[in-house]
Structures are given as C-alpha cells and as structure tokens.
C-alpha cells in the first residue's frame, strides 16, 4: 500500500537521521559536484530568507477565479512587526502571457508583482518571486520550455536592478511528467538565460515531485555556479495538516486528528467515508502509537528536514523550506503545536522557511480580527 511505503520511508528517513555517527553518502549522479565554498553568494543571500510567510492565494489565482485573497500595504506592515524577514510571492504569470513565440507579459500582472515587491523592500523585507501553478508545463515539459524560458527572460529583465534580496524561484512543485531527471536540462537553459540580464541574482530550484525531499537524489546543478538555493516544501503529517481540505481527495476527510498523537480518546472514523486500507492503518497508529513513534507526531518530519541539511553541508548548497503548514480545519491547539514542533526542528537543522500562508486557508493571520490566530506567534517566533 501507498501509505505503508509513506510510513516505512518516515521510518527510514527518522533511523538514518539519528544515526550520528554514520557518514552521510549522497546518492546523486556523478555530475553533481560538491562546493567547497559554504560562505558562497547562495549561503549569504539565504541568510535573509530565515523566517518567512508565503503570499498565497492571491496572484497565483485563476484570472477571472474569486476565492482568493486580497493582500493591502498593511499586510506588509504586520508581517515585518510579526518577526518575518521574508514573504514568497506565488504568481501565476503565464496566464498573463500573450503568444508564441513571444509569450509577451501583460502590463496588469508587473504592475501586480512591483506592488508586492516595492512594499516588501519599503518593509525592509526580502521577497521570493516564482512561477506558481505552470501545469501546463508540468504536463508536457517539452512543448512549454520555450514559454517558460521566455517568461523567465521577462521577469528577468524587469527586475534586473532590484535589490540582491528580490530572489527568483523557477518553478514551484514540478510534478507528475516534470520529473526532477526531465527538470535539470531544462533548469539550466533557463538559469543561462536569467544571467544574461541578472549575472548575480539568487535562483532557486525544486527537485520535482512537488519538491519532494527525497527528490534531491536526482538533482543535478550547473558546476559554475555558486548562487543556487535549492528549495523543497514539506506538509507532513499529511493527513494532519490537510485534514478537511476538500480539494485534497477524500483520504483527508477524516476530521479531528490531533498533534501530537496519540489522542486521549481513539479516533473513530466516519464509517460512511470511502478510506482506504492505508488510511485507515494510519488512524489505528495515530491512536495507539506514543508521540515519538507516533504519525501524527515530529516523526513525520524530523528525517525529512535532517536528509535536507545532510544533502546541504555535503554539495553546499543551501536548502529552504518554501512551504510548510497546517490547514485552519485542525483544532487551534494542535496547529500551534505543530508549527512550533516543525519551527523547532528546522531551528535545529538550520534551514530558513516560508509558511503557507498569511492569510488564507493554512492563515497565520486574522483579517476580522487583525492578529495572529490563537498560538501562531508563540509557535513561530517564541513571543
């Protein structure tokens, strides 16, 4: 079953992390080499991209879609008085594009974009652009890398006399035929493009499904170049963190499941939800399991973000942790927990973050209410 390779790959993941004294032995093509520089470019720019918040549903949302949120200059003031030195700007650009071979950007989506960006900077913030929700390339790789490239190009162009602390992201969470094999030729195409306008911007890249950490054994980088970041998202325990979700299928329906496990009384499912056997094995070990096997617990994630810096002090290169976080539907006690368990082990392995999101589904923030929901503050930054 899925899940039983999911959790027996946590496991292995959590044995080898706490296997200290073991050499760690990374599994990349040859062509991958090691940095000796760990004081490079890459490592000083990731340095003001600590603590971060995700900008998400907003201009990553659909033209013409209205469940998204809205993002005003005072946002940027509570986020920088929150503790966050960093937000990450999802956008969607290439539903702004126009034909090939061209793929001309509109006028609206830059204007959209230097809005986040100049109030960021104001704020004295850092700010992550990327390509958000390119299916169509991860779809067909091939027939959409001219667009991608000519996109890139673009953006490119129009910031290339931004401050060093505006990064680009190439790709957020390649998937399904955008595999991360499929992904280095094309990542490097377009990273020679970008340094023909952007010579010493920072780039980040994703190892491919969905940046899967366990992806970065199939990455390979370009040998001259110093100013990479890799990045790689995380939101396990899945079915904690995503549980209510309606878009995630129906293996999160299961409400109620708290961190860390195990509960004071069992979980009892719905029995009218259609779970499947893997699910179900999970929801019997979350309710017998103590915390430190348990899978609702800091197990999910602990091997995870240690093979994540493992694999950084090795190539030095410097990894991120773009997304993280728990859906609004978790009860606001294990929310807290979780993001503070998560923030603590990150902390410990010294790699920067962007939670998802500000205001939205997985929020931080209260609109209504103007503050961060009950717990978050403490979590993320010990206030």
Known sequence: ?????????????ASLAHAEDAAFVPLNPAEMKPLANHTSPAHQTAAHFMHGVNFGNYLEVPAGQSWG?????????HVKAEGFDHVR???????????????????TIF?????????????????LVNIHGYDEFTSDPAKETDKLIALWRQIAAHYAAAPDTVVFELLNEPKDAATTTVLNPIYTRVIAEIRKTNPRRTIMV???RWDNVEELKNL???????NLIVTIHCYEPFYFTHQGASWAGPDVQVEGIQFPGPPSAPLVPDPNLKLREGVRHWIENYNQLP????????LAFTGRLKLARQWADYYGRPVYVGEYGAYTRADPKSRANFYKAF???????????????????????????QEPLPGMQEALFGK
């Open 1 to 13: 079953m899925l899940l039983h390779r999911i959790l027996l790959g946590s496991l292995l993941l």
């Open 69 to 77: 949120v809205q993002i005003t200059t005072n946002d940027f003031v």
């Open 89 to 107: 700007v999802p956008v969607a650009w290439q539903q702004y594009a126009g034909p090939a071979p061209d793929f001309k950007l509109s006028d």
């Open 111 to 127: 204007a959209r974009v230097d809005f986040m960006v100049t109030n960021a900077q104001a704020r004295g913030l850092a700010a």
């Open 206 to 208: 994703a190892p491919g």
């Open 220 to 226: 390979t980088l370009p040998g001259t170049e110093d």
């Open 291 to 298: 915390t430190e096997k348990n899978p609702s617990g800091p």
């Open 343 to 369: 923030r603590q082990v990150l902390a410990e392995d010294k790699l920067g973050w962007a939670i998802w999101d500000w205001n939205a589904g997985f929020r931080y923030w209260d609109p209504r209410k």
